[in-house]
């Protein structure tokens, strides 16, 4: 008798019933130590369910030779299983056994013989399935899906989770939500994952945005505008038509752009529509800047002039350089206006009376840029808050206290070169905490608050590149024939876009980026309005402005 059906009889003794399904009681052959069916008493070597000697490591087979382990034991199993099968009640030799009960033997050989190996296991079970209906397969194949199939995303904990998602990359990420709804739910959610991607896309992040589910949205258009980058795609051109002359001078601000021509007159413009604002008559324009109520201009006639942008009279003339002004600024609440020109001075004007308070004097070349701009780090020589005038010429940057003594001198000058031997690109950026400049060695940018160098970018082919705007991420440069994108974390060009034949200037005034908020980080609401403009041989301006979202 084999051991299956010896398992499937000692089940049902164990359940109270007799092998042809009666009650069992204690009886004759119970008491002579014979099994319930007659069969002989179970010897120490017998190697049925449960071996009786835990010393035996093999079984014997018909002919009284030892087998391998576990080879008898799948032999006779597969036997019985098929011999109960074909044999009926009335045969007199096995009572009927039911499938559960056939399932159940096979399950206590598999689970409690040590002779079993891996490889007999699954023979056996090989075996049992082709035995099976479809009903069995049925009700074995969907019970496996569960054993098998783990939703470890759904049993963990969401922290635990969560610690697990971070460890992947964003594009595997967006993998796993094709998984199931629950997948995408749990990794959609995953705040810090998603912040982290859009970070190392030089993304802003905010805080005090609560919704789980916004940030991996927000990763979403960011890799789509930064795609856009890489394959040249995130930008478009346009042209502003309306001077008859050369245009010399261009300044940005707000979505406005002011434009001033040698044909006596300044225009301001709508970018996003390309409509003409107002045209006020002026001087040759060498610099403008303007604000709600007025425009300054310097001029190639050695002055600068204030005008009023709804009448267009001129309220103030300033007068007293002997060369040609081409760079100025001001500040309202100082009541300042401060100028560069030719004749190698920077002059600091009351902007309300038009009276020169100093004239600053030390550069040796002409100055092409003045900057007046609120200081943002405690130094040595300034505190957080203070307001700060640079002035910069082809070899040096100078950093002047603003006040009324006369023959002041400069605080601190700043150079690549000891010897002149480099000059300085004619673009200044100064932000309160860092001054930027690009020359033939790179781009330099000092720490205003010890005037030190801390770092020098030379991407290749730097010699003709220059600085257009320096943000915390982002540096936009340019040279005669593309427009850069700088990743400043890596010192990699992430992006270039075509330029046309523009107008040189040596005095860098006729070219000027746009909006500069999205160099400190792009959010999906600051890359949009206007990018660079240039003037053109034909009096035109061309424009390239960001390309909305696809």
């Given at each position: 008798m084999s051991r299956l059906w010896e398992a499937c009889v000692g089940a049902r003794v164990r359940g109270g019933l007799s092998p042809g399904g009666a009650p069992s009681g204690s009886g004759p052959a119970e008491a002579a130590g014979h099994d319930d069916v007659g069969m002989r008493r179970k010897s120490p070597d017998d190697c049925g369910v449960g071996c009786g000697s835990a010393e035996s490591r093999s079984?014997?087979?018909?002919d009284g030779r030892r087998e391998a382990p576990g080879r008898a034991g799948l032999r006779e199993s597969a036997q019985a299983v098929a011999t109960a099968r074909r044999r009926t009640p009335r045969s007199g030799l096995l009572p009927e056994v039911?499938?559960?009960?056939?399932?159940?033997?096979?399950?206590?050989?598999?689970?409690?013989s040590p002779c079993f190996l891996r490889v007999e296991k699954n023979e056996t079970l090989d075996h049992l399935i082709s035995l099976s209906g479809a009903v069995q397969l049925r009700h074995l194949s969907n019970n496996l899906e569960i054993l098998l199939k783990r939703d470890f995303l759904k049993l963990l904990p969401l922290e635990l989770s969560f610690y697990l998602l971070k460890w992947l990359d964003p594009q595997t990420l967006l993998t796993c939500c094709l998984v199931s709804k629950q997948w995408n739910k749990v990794i959609s959610a995953c705040t810090e994952v998603w912040q982290t991607a859009c970070k190392n896309l030089g993304w802003q992040i905010d805080d005090s945005v609560q919704d789980?589910?916004?940030?991996?949205?927000?990763?979403l258009k960011a890799i789509l505008r930064m795609k856009q980058l890489k394959d040249h795609e995130a930008f478009e051109t346009s042209s502003l038509i309306g001077h008859s002359a050369r245009v010399y001078a261009l300044y940005y601000k707000d979505g406005l752009l002011c434009t001033g021509s040698d044909d006596l007159s300044a225009k301001l413009w709508d970018v996003s529509t390309g409509q003409c604002i107002y045209g006020i008559q002026t001087h040759t324009c060498a610099a403008v800047k303007f604000d709600?109520?007025?425009l300054v201009t310097g001029s190639f006639d050695n002055t600068v002039a204030c005008w009023e942008w709804s009448s267009g009279a001129k309220t103030q003339h300033f007068r007293g350089h002997t060369g040609a002004v081409f760079s100025v600024d001001y500040n309202d609440e100082l009541d300042i206006l401060v100028s560069g020109s030719a004749d190698f001075t920077v002059k600091v004007w009351a902007l309300s009376t038009g009276t020169c308070l100093n004239t600053l004097t030390g550069h040796t070349e002409w100055v092409t840029k003045v900057v007046l701009q609120k200081c943002k780090v405690k130094s040595l020589m300034h505190s957080p808050g203070d307001y700060i005038l640079l002035s910069a010429d082809k070899y040096e940057i100078k950093i002047w206290p603003i006040g009324r003594e006369i023959n002041c001198k400069c605080l601190r000058t700043l150079s690549v070169s000891e010897d002149r031997s480099i000059s300085l690109q004619p673009r200044l950026h100064f932000d309160?905490?860092?001054i930027v400049c690009s020359s033939a060695l790179g781009l330099y940018q000092w720490d205003f608050a010890s005037y030190d160098i801390l770092r020098v970018i030379k991407p290749p082919d730097f010699s003709?590149?220059?600085?257009?705007?320096?943000?915390?991420?982002?540096?936009?440069?340019f040279d005669n024939r593309y427009l850069y994108i700088m990743d400043l974390r890596t010192e990699k060009l992430i992006s270039r876009w075509p330029l046309p034949e523009y107008r040189k200037s040596k005095r860098g005034s006729s070219f000027l980026a746009g909006e500069m908020s999205w160099l400190n980080?792009?959010?999906?609401?600051?890359?949009?309005?206007?990018?660079?403009?240039?003037?053109?041989?034909d009096h035109s301006i061309h424009l390239v402005l960001w390309k909305e979202h696809g």
């Amino acid at each position: 008798m084999s051991r299956l059906w010896e398992a499937c009889v000692g089940a049902r003794v164990r359940g109270g019933l007799s092998p042809g399904g009666a009650p069992s009681g204690s009886g004759p052959a119970e008491a002579a130590g014979h099994d319930d069916v007659g069969m002989r008493r179970k010897s120490p070597d017998d190697c049925g369910v449960g071996c009786g000697s835990a010393e035996s490591r093999s079984c014997r087979g018909s002919d009284g030779r030892r087998e391998a382990p576990g080879r008898a034991g799948l032999r006779e199993s597969a036997q019985a299983v098929a011999t109960a099968r074909r044999r009926t009640p009335r045969s007199g030799l096995l009572p009927e056994v039911s499938d559960a009960e056939l399932s159940a033997a096979a399950a206590l050989s598999l689970r409690s013989s040590p002779c079993f190996l891996r490889v007999e296991k699954n023979e056996t079970l090989d075996h049992l399935i082709s035995l099976s209906g479809a009903v069995q397969l049925r009700h074995l194949s969907n019970n496996l899906e569960i054993l098998l199939k783990r939703d470890f995303l759904k049993l963990l904990p969401l922290e635990l989770s969560f610690y697990l998602l971070k460890w992947l990359d964003p594009q595997t990420l967006l993998t796993c939500c094709l998984v199931s709804k629950q997948w995408n739910k749990v990794i959609s959610a995953c705040t810090e994952v998603w912040q982290t991607a859009c970070k190392n896309l030089g993304w802003q992040i905010d805080d005090s945005v609560q919704d789980p589910l916004h940030w991996k949205k927000v990763y979403l258009k960011a890799i789509l505008r930064m795609k856009q980058l890489k394959d040249h795609e995130a930008f478009e051109t346009s042209s502003l038509i309306g001077h008859s002359a050369r245009v010399y001078a261009l300044y940005y601000k707000d979505g406005l752009l002011c434009t001033g021509s040698d044909d006596l007159s300044a225009k301001l413009w709508d970018v996003s529509t390309g409509q003409c604002i107002y045209g006020i008559q002026t001087h040759t324009c060498a610099a403008v800047k303007f604000d709600e109520q007025k425009l300054v201009t310097g001029s190639f006639d050695n002055t600068v002039a204030c005008w009023e942008w709804s009448s267009g009279a001129k309220t103030q003339h300033f007068r007293g350089h002997t060369g040609a002004v081409f760079s100025v600024d001001y500040n309202d609440e100082l009541d300042i206006l401060v100028s560069g020109s030719a004749d190698f001075t920077v002059k600091v004007w009351a902007l309300s009376t038009g009276t020169c308070l100093n004239t600053l004097t030390g550069h040796t070349e002409w100055v092409t840029k003045v900057v007046l701009q609120k200081c943002k780090v405690k130094s040595l020589m300034h505190s957080p808050g203070d307001y700060i005038l640079l002035s910069a010429d082809k070899y040096e940057i100078k950093i002047w206290p603003i006040g009324r003594e006369i023959n002041c001198k400069c605080l601190r000058t700043l150079s690549v070169s000891e010897d002149r031997s480099i000059s300085l690109q004619p673009r200044l950026h100064f932000d309160g905490k860092y001054i930027v400049c690009s020359s033939a060695l790179g781009l330099y940018q000092w720490d205003f608050a010890s005037y030190d160098i801390l770092r020098v970018i030379k991407p290749p082919d730097f010699s003709n590149v220059s600085l257009l705007g320096f943000g915390e991420i982002f540096a936009l440069l340019f040279d005669n024939r593309y427009l850069y994108i700088m990743d400043l974390r890596t010192e990699k060009l992430i992006s270039r876009w075509p330029l046309p034949e523009y107008r040189k200037s040596k005095r860098g005034s006729s070219f000027l980026a746009g909006e500069m908020s999205w160099l400190n980080g792009l959010n999906g609401q600051n890359d949009t309005g206007l990018v660079f403009a240039t003037s053109m041989p034909d009096h035109s301006i061309h424009l390239v402005l960001w390309k909305e979202h696809g």
